[in-house]
Structures are given as structure tokens and as C-alpha cells.
């Protein structure tokens, strides 16, 4: 059974870092695609970042340059951090998966597994 868990969520002051885990069961993760999306109150889900199965990595427009995914695959562990942190970047992150990822890595109905997620504050 694939199993996702965030973990490293916390209250941040604005030009802070955090760095978020996701740690996979269930599944070799090297043969899967990850991205991370954050979501926060009355808006739409929203993609950050994606390291496919083959490596190749993706960054969203508004975290470009602030945002590093890194694979663990000894571990089963996808890491993302953050640096530079803002107050709009305040929301839930959560981590998803999939074995047949689209060409659109932002689509987060093309990701079959998700974690419960992980809440990000950015205030001073």
C-alpha cells in the first residue's frame, strides 16, 4: 500500500527556511514521479514543485530560484527547501505521487497517491 507522510511544516518568520520531507512506503521511489503542492484557505491547489522518476525537475513561477526538490532514494524521502520564505507562501503543503506522470507535472489530478499534508507559516 502506498503511503505518503510530510513532515518539517512550521511558523516561520518572512526571509526564513524551512525543509519539508516526504517519506514514501509502499513503493520504490525512484520508479515515481513526486511533486509537492500547497494549498492555502480559499484557494486552489496549487503546484510548487516535481522530480520525475527519470530526475528532471520543475519549479513553480512563483517559488522559482527560493525552492530546491531533492530524491532520497535510499531513504524513499523527497525533500523540498525552502528559502526566502514570504508571508503568501503560508498554506499546507502536501506530497503526491504517481507511476505515470503527464507532461503537465502541475496537474494534480494526474497524481494517484497523496499525504495528509504539512502546514507552512510565514509571520512575523
Known amino acids: 500500500q502506498v503511503q505518503l507522510v510530510e513532515s518539517g511544516g512550521d511558523l516561520v518568520q518572512p526571509g526564513g527556511s524551512l525543509r519539508l520531507s516526504c517519506a514514501g512506503s509502499g513503493f520504490i521511489l525512484d520508479a515515481f514521479s513526486v511533486g509537492w503542492f500547497r494549498q492555502a484557505p480559499g484557494e486552489a491547489r496549487e503546484g510548487v514543485s516535481c522530480v520525475r522518476e527519470a530526475g528532471s525537475t520543475y519549479y513553480g513561477d512563483s517559488v522559482r530560484g527560493r525552492v530546491f526538490i531533492s530524491r532520497d532514494n535510499v531513504k524513499n524521502v523527497v525533500h523540498l527547501q525552502m528559502s526566502k520564505l514570504r508571508p503568501e507562501d503560508t498554506a499546507v503543503y502536501y506530497c503526491?505521487?504517481?507511476?505515470?506522470?503527464?507532461?503537465?507535472?502541475?496537474?494534480?489530478?494526474?497524481?494517484?497517491?497523496w499525504g495528509q499534508g504539512t502546514q507552512v507559516t510565514v509571520s512575523s
Open positions: 503526491a505521487t504517481t507511476d505515470h506522470l503527464g507532461s503537465t507535472w502541475r496537474d494534480r489530478y494526474d497524481y494517484d497517491y
